[in-house]
């Protein structure tokens, strides 16, 4: 299993990315899809998940900016960020099965 990110980038703050992150090498649909990020110096953080049935998860400090969604048909999560501020700066890791993407990186500039 594979978990192939992309999306990233640099963008002044209020601004919006939309990440994506494809699943290769899976037969059938994954249950829970998700992205955590990590900032320099910090501990990685769950950002937003979802599972196969749209139930969705969101860190507090996301909540009303960023929309998690997935396609099941082709196993690929989504990660929609509006409204970006400076201290959303990180890599962003898709994370599924106990699988890691290698991360892309986000920086938001004030």
């Known amino acids: 299993v594979q978990l192939v990110e992309s999306g990233g980038g640099l963008v002044q703050a209020g601004g919006s990315l939309r990440l994506s992150c494809a699943a290769t090498g899976v037969v059938g649909v994954i249950n829970i899809m998700g992205w955590y990020r990590q900032a320099p110096g910090k501990e990685r953080e769950l950002v937003a998940s979802i599972s196969s049935g749209a139930t969705t998860r969101y860190a507090e400090s996301v909540k009303d900016r960023f929309t998690i969604s997935r396609d099941n048909r082709r196993n690929t999560v989504y990660l929609q960020m509006n409204n970006l501020m400076p201290e959303d700066t990180a890599v962003y890791y898709c994370?599924?099965?106990?699988?890691w993407g290698r991360g892309t990186q986000v920086t938001v500039s004030s």
């Open positions: 994370t599924a099965i106990n699988v």
